[in-house]
């Protein structure tokens, strides 16, 4: 059973424009979120977290908003650019649970020049 | 500073085939993980290993993987005999450990293809 869900397999904004990319989780003992973005033939690369303690975090064009009580987190790119084009996968952990991280099934974001 | 390596980048075998794949972590990290994503799905978890001990490996889909770590350095992931369902892209990612709310670091993955 998935514990962590990105319903959204895609995702097509213009360039300049904001991109907000969602993630469910059902796991109600998670208390650490990353996203992830990976371009083809690579890995995974680390983009930003956030901590339960914490509803927002930002990191230059990049800010992850958490909403504990509707167990949603996104991710929100602005403006976006060309560069952004990837998929952006959803992880999340739970304190005490050995540093096991759940993954979504990622979206793939395509930023239109 | 050497990223997580892994070796081969792709592998095609045909079924009852064995197939080792190996995954070189970033110096000084105690935490290896393997994950395993089949097109389109999510990238999921087969096991951690903490320096050499297996700490997870609820993973696992079945006795035909065998990971190993031997000397807490370099890690092997197994799989023999090989079905056509173990196809996908296999990640290895590393973390120092010893830290709350760590990142995990990825390998570029090896892409398995049994046919």
């Known amino acids: 059973d998935q514990q962590v869900k990105q319903n959204s397999p895609s995702l097509s904004v213009q360039e300049g424009r904001i991109s907000i990319l969602n993630c469910d989780y059902t796991n109600s003992m998670f208390d650490y979120f990353l996203w992830y973005k990976k371009y083809p033939a690579e890995g995974p690369t680390f983009l930003i977290s956030?901590?339960?303690?914490?509803d927002k975090n930002e990191d230059g064009r990049f800010t992850v908003f958490l909403n504990k009580s509707a167990k949603h987190l996104s991710l929100h790119i602005v403006p976006s650019q060309p560069g952004d084009s990837a998929v952006y996968f959803c992880a999340a952990s739970a304190y005490g649970n050995g540093n096991q991280f759940y993954f979504g099934t990622g979206t793939s974001l395509t930023v239109i020049p | 500073e050497a990223g997580v390596t892994q070796f081969p980048s792709h592998s095609v075998i045909e079924k009852g085939q064995t197939v080792t794949l190996r995954c070189d972590p970033i110096?000084?990290?105690?935490?290896l993980y393997w994950y395993r994503r089949v097109m389109g799905k999510e990238i999921k978890f087969l096991l951690h290993?903490?320096?050499?001990?297996?700490?997870?490996e609820s993973g696992m889909p079945n006795n035909r993987f065998l990971a190993e770590r031997t000397g807490g350095t370099y890690s092997t992931l197994k799989v023999q005999p090989a079905e056509l369902e173990d196809s996908g892209v296999y990640f290895c990612?590393?973390?120092?450990?010893?830290?709350?709310?760590?990142?995990?670091?990825f390998g570029s993955g090896t892409q398995l293809s049994v046919l």
């Open positions: 990612a590393s973390s120092q450990g010893g830290l709350t709310n760590e990142k995990l670091f």
């Open positions: 956030i901590s339960s303690i914490k």
């Open positions: 290993f903490v320096k050499e001990s297996k700490q997870d």
């Open positions: 110096s000084g990290h105690d935490n």
